[in-house]
Structure formats: structure tokens, C-alpha cells
């Protein structure tokens, strides 16, 4: 059985990440702070290593260099969430075994197929369409549900609510569903189900202040025959919502009060741990999140197929981007599109030579670290190397962990 160790998760994130693991035959022990989490990794060697940062990334520099120190810990990958940062940072943590970071918030079908990929392991997500947002103001919560029933969205909204009535000043908080364009059967019970246990899940949510704005008679008909959500109405226009659950005070415009209480809902919701749309929903592109979690991404410009091969698949190894060039015109168009974070260069190639390169690249001012690896090996051609810009130089042939490290080594340290 695979096994994740999770570290300083908060509950949102933590509780349904453990809770979706655990389902999947996946094992999940929990770590808080530096001792328990380095006590915990020596102890299970887990398969994976999951660490949630609030606030600052550099609260895991005790940990991380203890587990490069030991060598059996050194090798376990880790998994990253937390608050933006720049590239440059996320790169130097490869080094510790960092694999992907996820800014915050993280989309959570993203976040789980990282997982399963590093696992190498199938785990299943729920791809159903489904639009689910939450909204708060004053002391009501709006859920909305448009497009299908996904059973994973509809498991986060549980942990969502909990979080939203821990963060929030509520007396006695009252909670309206809409699911306006939904036509549902008694094909979708189960997720019906499934969708009013997670919303009464918590106490603190009576189930008579929960309103659910819909115009299926089917859902109308599970409710009304369900014990366990007597209390629960079925309303078909938001006036009746309203009326019985908002205290609008002198306001008397209704449609006003949809406004305050809706469109302007409380901005202190916005954000969290992980985002209720998933990198699949549309309106945005899932690969927007391999800006934050790719860790490392390498330009390899060597005429030799031999050499380049052995390098890029090294790299591939470690998780890296890894990509190969064998002429340096090629090199130079690729930089008008792409940014690396070290760049890892032969000084013989068949058109450019690397000197041609080096100088090019001063006189544009680019501040990628150069690791020049060729086999010139005489003074005047390392003088000449970093006098151009190089960073470091390495005389082939070299091993390849010695040329990762070297790599690593000359990344931009973290500012």
C-alpha cells in the first residue's frame, strides 16, 4: 500500500485530502512541526511527502535540510502548497526533493493527478461538469450548483462550509441552495444524497434554515420523503427564500436584498486553501498550474546526442523540464518564447559557437545561471567562459549527478 505523509495540512485542505487518499487504498499519517514531520518521515519512509505553507516558505528550512541529511529520507519526493512565490525559489528547492509547488489556491483535481502521478498509481476523480460556488454575507451562506452532480466537488463542499463557519461570525447561520438549472432523475439519488449529508454535515447548519431554490420535482421529492432532511424546504422562486430567511430590517425591495446579500457577497471568502472549480471546469486553463508546480526547467544546448539524451532523460529523473537543443540558433529563437531556469551549455556546437552564445546573452542583460559543460578544458577557455558570464564550468565528461548538482548549485539563490 502507497503511503503519503502530510504535514501542517489545515483542515480544509487536510481532511478531504486525507479523506480522498484513504478512500483510494492510499495510507496518510499526519505530521505537525519540524520534530514530528522529520520523526515521521524517518520512521515510515513514506512514498510521498505533502507540506502546507501558510505564510512563509522558509519555515521549512530545518526540516528540508534534515532530510537531504539522511540518506534514507533524501530521495522521498515532496509535494508543496502554498503562497506565491518567485520562480527563482521554487526552483532551489529541487534540491531538497521538491517536486511540484502549488500556489495557493490550488485547483484540486491538478493538485490529486501530481499525486497520482508520482505515485504511480491510478486515482480516480470525478470529471462530471459541475459549477459549485459558495458566497457568503451577513449570516448567510450561498451554495450554487449548475451544470451536473460531481461527487468530489460535492465532498469538498463539506470541508468548505466547515471552513467558511470557522473563519466567519455567525449566529445562527442560514444556508440557500440553488440549483435552478438542474433537471435531475433518480439516476442522480445517491449524489442528492450525498450533496444534503455534506451540508448538514455540521451542527451548527439547522437543517430549517436551510432553503434550496429549485424547480426539480424530483429533488422536491426525495426531500419531502427522507427523514433525516425533514426541515429542509424546496422553494421555486427566490422572493420565498428571502422572505423566510433574510432579515432585510427597513429594506422592503427584495431584489435589493439579492443584490447585498449575493452579488456582494463578503470578500473575505474569496481564496482558501483549495478553489471549489476545478482545473477541468473552463473559464480558465488547468495548465495555468504549471506555472507553479513545475520546479525546475532546463535548457540543455549540446550538439552531442549521446550527451543530451543521458542529460535530459537525468533530469526527467529528478522531475525536471528538461529541454534539448543541438544547435544554438535553435537555443536562441527558443528563448523568445521560453524561460529557463539554468541553462546548461557546450561550447562546441555546429553553428553558434557557446563563446558566441555567452557574449550574445551578456549583451542582453539575461540573468539565467550558465553552467558550461564541454570538453574544452584548458585555462584560457574557462577564463573566457565566465568572463562571459558563465556561472560555473564543468570539463566532460562528468557523471550525471555531478552535473544536477552543479546545476542546482548555480540557481539564483532565494531572495
Same mark, same amino acid.
Given at each position: 500500500?502507497?503511503q503519503?505523509?502530510?504535514?501542517?495540512?489545515?483542515?480544509?485542505?487536510?481532511?478531504?485530502?486525507?479523506?480522498?487518499?484513504?478512500?483510494?487504498?492510499?495510507?496518510?499519517?499526519?505530521?505537525?512541526?519540524?520534530?514530528?514531520?522529520?520523526? #515521521? !518521515?524517518?520512521?515510515?519512509?513514506?512514498? =510521498?511527502?505533502?507540506?502546507? $505553507?501558510?505564510?512563509?516558505? +522558509?519555515? %521549512?528550512?530545518?526540516?528540508?535540510?534534515?532530510?537531504?541529511?539522511?540518506?534514507?529520507?533524501?530521495?522521498?519526493?515532496?509535494?508543496?502548497?502554498?503562497?506565491?512565490?518567485?520562480?527563482?525559489?521554487?526552483?532551489?528547492?529541487?534540491k531538497?526533493?521538491?517536486?511540484?509547488?502549488?500556489?495557493?489556491?490550488?485547483?484540486?483535481?491538478?493538485?490529486?493527478?501530481?499525486?497520482?502521478?508520482?505515485?504511480?498509481?491510478?486515482?480516480?476523480?470525478?470529471?462530471?461538469?459541475?459549477?459549485?460556488?459558495?458566497?457568503?454575507?451577513?449570516?448567510?451562506?450561498?451554495?450554487?450548483?449548475?451544470?451536473?452532480?460531481?461527487?468530489?466537488?460535492?465532498?469538498?463542499?463539506?470541508?468548505?462550509?466547515?471552513?467558511?463557519?470557522?473563519?466567519?461570525?455567525?449566529?445562527?447561520? #442560514? !444556508?440557500?441552495?440553488?440549483?435552478?438549472? =438542474?433537471?435531475?432523475?433518480? $439516476?442522480?439519488?445517491?449524489? +442528492?444524497? %450525498?450533496?444534503?449529508?455534506?451540508?448538514?454535515?455540521?451542527?451548527?447548519i439547522?437543517?430549517?434554515?436551510?432553503?434550496?431554490?429549485?424547480?426539480?420535482?424530483?429533488?422536491?421529492?426525495?426531500?419531502?420523503?427522507?427523514?433525516?432532511?425533514?426541515?429542509?424546504?424546496?422553494?421555486?422562486?427566490?422572493?420565498?427564500?428571502?422572505?423566510?430567511?433574510?432579515?432585510?430590517?427597513?429594506?422592503?425591495?427584495?431584489?435589493?436584498?439579492?443584490?447585498?446579500?449575493l452579488?456582494?457577497?463578503?470578500?473575505?471568502?474569496?481564496?482558501?486553501?483549495?478553489?471549489?472549480?476545478?482545473?477541468?471546469?473552463?473559464?480558465?486553463?488547468?495548465?495555468?498550474?504549471?506555472?507553479?508546480?513545475?520546479?525546475?526547467?532546463?535548457?540543455?544546448?549540446?550538439?552531442?546526442?549521446?550527451?543530451?539524451?543521458?542529460?535530459?532523460?537525468?533530469?526527467?529523473?529528478?522531475?525536471?523540464?528538461?529541454?534539448?537543443?543541438d544547435?544554438?540558433?535553435?537555443?536562441?529563437?527558443?528563448?523568445?518564447?521560453?524561460?529557463?531556469?539554468?541553462?546548461?551549455?557546450?561550447?562546441?556546437?555546429?553553428?553558434?559557437?557557446?563563446f558566441d552564445?555567452?557574449?550574445?546573452?551578456?549583451?542582453?542583460?539575461?540573468?539565467?545561471?550558465?553552467?558550461?559543460?564541454?570538453?574544452?578544458?584548458?585555462?584560457?577557455?574557462?577564463?573566457?567562459?565566465?568572463?562571459?558570464?558563465?556561472?560555473?564550468?564543468?570539463?566532460?565528461?562528468?557523471?550525471?549527478?555531478?552535473?544536477?548538482?552543479?546545476?542546482l548549485?548555480?540557481?539564483?539563490?532565494?531572495?
Amino acid at each position: 500500500m502507497k503511503q503519503v505523509l502530510l504535514i501542517d495540512a489545515p483542515p480544509l485542505f487536510g481532511e478531504f485530502l486525507k479523506d480522498k487518499l484513504v478512500a483510494e487504498q492510499v495510507k496518510v499519517e499526519l505530521a505537525a512541526g519540524d520534530r514530528d514531520a522529520f520523526q #515521521k !518521515l524517518v520512521n515510515t519512509l513514506p512514498d =510521498l511527502v505533502i507540506i502546507d $505553507v501558510e505564510n512563509d516558505i +522558509l519555515t %521549512l528550512q530545518d526540516f528540508l535540510d534534515s532530510k537531504i541529511q539522511d540518506p534514507n529520507a533524501v530521495r522521498i519526493p515532496i509535494i508543496i502548497s502554498g503562497p506565491e512565490i518567485p520562480r527563482n525559489q521554487v526552483s532551489a528547492l529541487v534540491k531538497y526533493g521538491v517536486v511540484k509547488y502549488f500556489a495557493k489556491p490550488i485547483k484540486f483535481d491538478v493538485f490529486f493527478e501530481a499525486i497520482s502521478m508520482i505515485l504511480k498509481t491510478t486515482l480516480t476523480i470525478d470529471d462530471t461538469p459541475c459549477v459549485l460556488e459558495t458566497h457568503v454575507n451577513g449570516n448567510i451562506i450561498f451554495v450554487e450548483i449548475a451544470q451536473g452532480l460531481n461527487r468530489d466537488k460535492l465532498s469538498l463542499l463539506k470541508y468548505k462550509l466547515k471552513e467558511i463557519l470557522d473563519h466567519g461570525a455567525f449566529h445562527d447561520p #442560514k !444556508l440557500i441552495l440553488m440549483m435552478t438549472n =438542474l433537471e435531475l432523475t433518480f $439516476v442522480d439519488g445517491a449524489n +442528492l444524497e %450525498l450533496l444534503f449529508d455534506n451540508i448538514i454535515e455540521d451542527e451548527r447548519i439547522k437543517r430549517t434554515n436551510v432553503k434550496v431554490l429549485s424547480l426539480n420535482e424530483f429533488t422536491r421529492e426525495l426531500l419531502d420523503g427522507h427523514p433525516l432532511y425533514k426541515g429542509i424546504e424546496v422553494v421555486d422562486n427566490v422572493t420565498d427564500v428571502l422572505s423566510s430567511l433574510v432579515d432585510s430590517g427597513t429594506t422592503t425591495d427584495l431584489a435589493q436584498v439579492v443584490s447585498d446579500k449575493l452579488l456582494r457577497s463578503d470578500a473575505e471568502q474569496s481564496g482558501g486553501a483549495i478553489e471549489m472549480r476545478f482545473g477541468a471546469d473552463g473559464g480558465g486553463n488547468a495548465m495555468e498550474e504549471a506555472v507553479h508546480e513545475s520546479s525546475l526547467k532546463v535548457a540543455i544546448v549540446d550538439d552531442d546526442a549521446v550527451t543530451g539524451a543521458i542529460l535530459k532523460n537525468s533530469f526527467r529523473n529528478v522531475n525536471a523540464e528538461a529541454l534539448l537543443f543541438d544547435s544554438g540558433v535553435a537555443f536562441m529563437q527558443s528563448l523568445a518564447t521560453e524561460k529557463y531556469d539554468v541553462i546548461i551549455l557546450d561550447l562546441y556546437l555546429p553553428d553558434l559557437s557557446g563563446f558566441d552564445i555567452l557574449a550574445k546573452l551578456q549583451r542582453q542583460g539575461l540573468r539565467t545561471p550558465i553552467l558550461v559543460y564541454s570538453q574544452a578544458s584548458s585555462r584560457e577557455a574557462v577564463i573566457q567562459a565566465l568572463s562571459l558570464g558563465a556561472k560555473s564550468y564543468l570539463a566532460k565528461p562528468q557523471k550525471p549527478a555531478v552535473i544536477i548538482q552543479k546545476a542546482l548549485d548555480v540557481l539564483e539563490p532565494s531572495a
